[in-house]
């Protein structure tokens, strides 16, 4: 497709769950970022992605979170032992490069919701 | 601590008129700044950038000004649609990506 692909695009489930959120970013764009949106706030860094490795990671809030992308293409955000805290929407974006003029191309986003 | 700052929750304007979008930022390392829109269920779109060497960037009926001693930027938007109606987001961007604002609702009332 044209544009930055998320799966699911709601999920539901419940505490303590293991949940795995899947991106497929532009072709041939290089770099790929996963921000996390809660209520009334702003997109929040969470990784990102220069080809295969994690570039930065700082932004995972806790080791519960994982993000791989084995062959510099889709990414999938891991989160293991859910918590109601985690309830957000889980935003992807790409770009060609990491920095540049730093227009991100972000897609609908995966609405979490944990019980 | 909070980098990127839009004190404004909400901001309700007239069709027609310009709204002004602020937004103030700490970090004096961010290379550009970015606006971005977002609409109910969709993921934010970008809008307009302006790299921090400059202090005006204009595409049509948005215009970014930018002021670095203040550490400032805002949006204008003149004329105000209905379709402008949204979330906007602003955005301080370096090597790792970018900082986002808590976003300002625009209202445009007819």
């Known amino acids: 497709g044209a544009g930055v692909s998320q799966t699911p695009s709601n999920k539901v489930t419940e505490k303590g769950k293991y949940v795995e959120l899947r991106c497929d970013p532009i072709s041939g764009h290089t770099a790929l970022y996963w921000y996390r949106q809660s209520l009334g706030q702003g997109p929040e860094f969470l990784i990102y992605f220069q080809g295969t490795g994690a570039a930065d990671d700082s932004g995972l809030p806790n080791d519960r979170f994982f993000a791989v992308r084995p062959e510099g293409s889709v990414s999938t955000l891991k989160i293991q032992r859910t918590e109601r805290g985690d309830s957000a929407v889980y935003l992807c974006a790409s770009s060609l490069s990491a920095g540049g003029t730093g227009e991100l191309f972000f897609g609908e986003g995966s609405r979490l919701t944990v019980l | ?110």
């Open chain 2, 1 to 110: 601590d909070q980098q990127v700052k839009q004190n404004s929750p909400s901001l309700s304007v007239q069709e027609g008129r310009i709204s002004i979008l602020n937004c103030d930022y700490t970090n004096s390392m961010f290379d550009y700044f970015l606006w971005y829109k977002k609409y109910p269920a969709e993921g934010p779109t970008f809008l307009i950038s302006i790299s921090s060497i400059k202090d005006k960037n204009e595409d049509g009926r948005f215009t970014v000004f930018l002021n670095k001693s203040a550490k400032h930027l805002s949006l204008h938007i003149v004329p105000s649609q209905p379709g402008d109606s949204a979330v906007y987001f602003c955005a301080g961007g370096g090597a790792d990506g970018l900082t986002f604002g808590k976003g300002t609702h625009l209202i445009i009332q007819p």
